[in-house]
């Protein structure tokens, strides 16, 4: 979680959860959205909020929830801006330290992942969470990098046969001729 705290930041401790954990909802302000967008390339935001339950673990907590956001954004195609909603599920552990090769398989100075094992838990710094800046990751990682807006659709349909057709004459072309002898005459 490498955002910018001071965008968003709703930090809770550990040590205050209830053995049946705790529900907690973020809800960013109108000037957090707005830097937000900001810092995230967006026309705007028209609502932020992470709806989670935490649950402390043995070595830390576990994090379920939702981010759900409105935003506005800049359609790749018409650079028309554009309405969205979408939901993130958040399914996060949180360790106060991770054992060496938790999460995978330490082969000399490399960590082997397997992708059927479940994520290495997050790092719980100072035995807080932030659930401002959890939103802001599950934000990043929901939105398109190429947003359309529904129903534009590109005006040219590229092929590599269009390509080929469409492909100009090589500047060198008109060399081509010149390392010719002309024909002998009769």
Same mark, same amino acid.
């Given at each position: 979680?490498t955002?910018?705290h001071? +965008?968003?930041s709703?930090?809770?401790?550990?040590a205050?959860?209830?053995?049946?954990?705790?529900?907690?909802?973020?809800?960013?302000?109108?000037?957090?959205?707005?830097?937000?967008?900001?810092?995230?390339?967006?026309?705007a935001?028209?609502?932020?909020?992470?709806?989670?339950?935490?649950?402390?673990?043995?070595?830390?907590?576990?994090?379920?929830?939702?981010v759900?956001?409105?935003?506005?954004?800049?359609?790749?195609v018409?650079?028309?801006?554009?309405?969205?909603?979408f939901?993130e599920?958040?399914?996060?552990?949180?360790?106060?330290?991770?054992?060496?090769?938790?999460?995978?398989?330490m082969?000399?100075?490399?960590?082997?992942?397997?992708?059927?094992?479940?994520?290495?838990?997050?790092?719980?710094?100072?035995?807080?969470?932030?659930?401002?800046?959890?939103?802001?990751e599950?934000?990043?990682?929901?939105?398109?990098?190429?947003p359309?807006?529904?129903?534009?659709?590109?005006?040219?349909?590229?092929?590599?046969?269009?390509?080929?057709?469409?492909?100009?004459?090589?500047?060198?072309?008109? +060399?081509?001729?010149?390392?010719r002898?002309?024909?002998?005459?009769?």
């Amino acid at each position: 979680m490498t955002r910018d705290h001071r +965008l968003f930041s709703r930090p809770i401790s550990v040590a205050d959860l209830p053995a049946r954990g705790r529900g907690v909802t973020v809800e960013a302000s109108p000037e957090e959205r707005a830097r937000i967008a900001r810092e995230f390339g967006l026309v705007a935001i028209d609502a932020l909020s992470g709806a989670y339950h935490v649950t402390p673990t043995a070595r830390g907590a576990r994090l379920k929830g939702k981010v759900a956001a409105r935003i506005r954004q800049t359609c790749v195609v018409s650079l028309e801006p554009f309405d969205s909603e979408f939901d993130e599920e958040v399914d996060l552990a949180f360790a106060a330290a991770l054992e060496p090769g938790e999460g995978g398989v330490m082969q000399g100075d490399t960590l082997s992942i397997s992708p059927d094992e479940e994520d290495p838990p997050e790092p719980l710094e100072g035995g807080m969470i932030d659930l401002g800046s959890v939103t802001l990751e599950f934000l990043a990682l929901g939105l398109d990098p190429y947003p359309r807006k529904p129903g534009v659709e590109l005006s040219v349909e590229f092929s590599p046969d269009r390509v080929e057709e469409e492909k100009a004459p090589s500047p060198f072309a008109v +060399l081509a001729g010149l390392g010719r002898k002309p024909a002998a005459k009769p």
